[in-house]
């Protein structure tokens, strides 16, 4: 116990004294980790993995919408937009350059942001999940 | 020269394979490879099995009979793996499931929805197999003249000798080595034939051609335009239901690895898929008479190039061309014979012989009998079942809490039966004129929203069908290996 003497004070109140432990830098251990919870099925379990589905699903749902609009945006946009096919990329035809060579590489690199995303995702749950 | 290359082909096939020998003692050596294969070696076997008569022959002769259309199918066939890698590929290799059986069996907790599942797989992998051996024999007969027969018959054999020997680890060796043997018989003529073109002057396509080959939806095809979305659909959700590909997940050691395996195999598909387009173009140029062939990427450097030069491009592209026939076809057998022996008989690795024999057999003997169609064609059905049937059910089955058993079961019914009709009609009758024949050609676009509409509303209809130990599933299905949690005790069937 140590006393942290107040200035000015009339010396018949009682003092006001500040007590402190030693022992403030101890980690209170959870009672009931996460891991627990998600293993006993408890309401809170389902929470934590209702929310890592969510966020996996949603990057999916994403990419798969990304996709979805390149690729089935392209047989339509070639018809309603006749001019393109006047369009070369280094003499080849924009229709020829884009399916036959320019796509692949846009799917790589789709692949490979999504493979980044997804395992940020899996490490920020783990960290959330063994944390508590 | 040719036939000397395909007999070295098939021998180097077989060697390799018989080094497998050595190590396939156990059922689970048989039938996956202990999981000691590095990232580059898988998905290099993966590429070399995926690549299959379709890509090597198939793309190049449809792109020259109907053009810039056909560049959709390529497209499709990659684009299938990044849909793949998105939306099924940790969960399906944390599921711990061998085959699509497997994975059934484990997130429904129903032997029927398994055995629908089994069924499923051998006809999907049979539609696959059949058009390779078909293609083979037409190869053979190209190159040597031999009947038809006798170059389904050797692949058939070939393929036969090389799984029962060594099972899934030698294939691994064998697959991975025929990508790579299938990239270079692609590349290497081309640059030849693309120096003799330059030669010529670099001529162009006619003026006709321009107008009719060359433009999107450009062609002769009635209803293009329904036929691309639904050829689109097809490709795109089919690549996830075929036999061969959640085989190759296993090798994976965790649910990461899986995702970044397939972001291998994706770079390697797309740089596989450059060359076939080039070869259908010049084609169109030098060869058009070989309109509604497969043949254009074997007659092509003989005809541009001709002398020692072309024969032995010539004998570089049949030894390429039989590596795609051998590698696919023995990667659809294994999984096939797996399904067959764990599903039909009763396990263990004299059921997986007798199996062997009988998902090659009858393949090869519909192969004979059916007519012959465009093989990319016959493929692209394959991809049109796995699309209405196993693309549902891995989908809600992995994002979806409440797929129950019967909804699974009514979709899997509904979608596959429909879409095998479709199939074979097309098949037995010929390409159809008209809306229909449009329609059953290319089934995808309608069998695949209402096989996913017939398990969802099935599934609500009956929820008190939700398999009970869903929650844990999902558990196993989506957190990360590291964590130490409870993940059920479902093991799979094969040992």
């Not at chain 1, 990057?59 to 945006?73: D, M, R």
């Not at chain 2, 018959?153 to 299938?182: C, E, H």
């Amino acid at each position: 116990m140590s006393q942290v003497p107040r200035p000015g004070r009339r010396s018949d109140v009682p003092r006001r004294v500040t007590v402190t432990s030693p022992r403030t830098a101890a980690a209170r251990r959870p009672r009931y980790p996460a891991l627990r919870e998600i293993d006993e099925q408890t309401r809170l379990g389902e929470v934590y993995m209702h929310s890592l589905l969510r966020t996996q699903f949603r990057l999916a749902l994403f990419v798969c919408t990304v996709l979805a609009c390149v690729i089935g945006g392209l047989p339509l946009l070639f018809l309603l937009l006749p001019d393109l096919r006047e369009v070369h990329v280094l003499g080849v035809p924009l229709p020829w350059a884009v399916l036959g060579g320019l796509i692949y590489p846009a799917f790589v690199i789709g692949a490979w942001l999504y493979v980044r995303q997804a395992e940020r995702n899996e490490r920020h749950f783990a960290e959330l999940v063994e944390r508590r | 020269m040719s036939l000397t290359a395909v007999l070295v082909v098939m021998l180097a096939a077989v060697l390799i394979g018989a080094f497998g020998i050595r190590f396939s003692r156990t059922t689970s050596d048989f039938y996956v490879a202990s999981r000691t294969v590095s990232p580059l070696w898988n998905a290099s076997a993966i590429g070399g099995e995926y690549l299959s008569a379709a890509s090597f022959l198939g793309i190049a002769g449809l792109i020259l009979s109907f053009g810039v259309d056909m560049l959709w199918l390529p497209v499709g066939w990659t684009g299938g793996y990044l849909v793949l890698l998105v939306l099924v590929s940790a969960p399906l290799r944390r599921s711990g499931a061998y085959t699509l059986p497997d994975f059934a069996e484990a997130r429904l907790e129903s032997m029927t929805v398994r055995r629908t599942a089994s069924v499923l797989v051998v006809l999907i992998g049979g539609l696959y197999l059949m058009p390779q051996f078909q293609s083979a024999g037409l190869v053979l007969r190209t190159i040597t003249g031999a009947p038809v027969w006798v170059g389904g018959l050797l692949v058939a054999v070939v393929v036969a000798v090389n799984v029962l020997s060594g099972g899934m680890r030698s294939i691994t060796f064998v697959q991975a080595f025929q990508y790579w043997l299938k990239l270079t018989a692609l590349a290497v003529p081309l640059v030849f034939l693309l120096l003799a073109w330059r030669a010529d002057g670099a001529p162009a396509v006619s003026a006709a051609d321009a107008l009719t080959w060359q433009t999107p939806l450009g062609g002769v095809r009635e209803y293009g335009l329904y036929s691309t979305y639904s050829l689109i659909l097809a490709t795109f959700l089919g690549t996830m239901g075929l036999p061969h590909v959640l085989v190759r997940f296993y090798t994976n050691p965790d649910g990461r690895a899986a995702r970044r395996t397939t972001l291998v195999v994706l770079s390697l598909l797309g740089a596989f898929y450059l060359l076939p387009t080039v070869y259908g173009w010049l084609g169109r140029m030098y060869a058009p008479d070989l309109v509604r062939t497969d043949t254009v990427v074997l007659t092509l450097p003989a005809r541009m190039i001709g002398g020692t030069l072309g024969d032995l491009l010539t004998a570089l592209v049949t030894a390429g061309a039989f590596a795609a026939f051998l590698s696919t076809s023995s990667g659809l057998t294994v999984s096939v014979a797996g399904v067959i022996a764990q599903d039909l008989l009763k396990g263990g690795v004299r059921s997986f012989r007798i199996a062997t024999l009988m998902a090659v057999a009858v393949p090869l003997a519909l192969a004979l009998w059916a007519r012959a169609l465009p093989v990319a064609d016959v493929v692209g059905l394959a991809f049109a079942v796995a699309a209405s049937s196993f693309c549902p059910l891995l989908v809600l089955g992995i994002w979806w809490r409440r797929l129950s058993t019967t909804g699974a079961l009514a979709g899997l019914f509904v979608g596959g039966g429909l879409a095998c009709a479709a199939v074979l009609v097309t098949i037995v009758g010929g390409p159809a004129s008209g809306l229909a024949g449009a329609l059953l050609a290319q089934p995808a676009a309608w069998t695949v929203p209402i096989a996913f509409a017939v398990m969802v509303a099935v599934s609500f209809l009956t929820p008190h069908r939700v398999p009970p130990g869903t929650a844990r599933t999902m558990v196993r299905l989506h957190t990360p290996e590291n964590l130490d949690l409870d993940r059920g005790d479902w093991r799979p069937r094969s040992s």
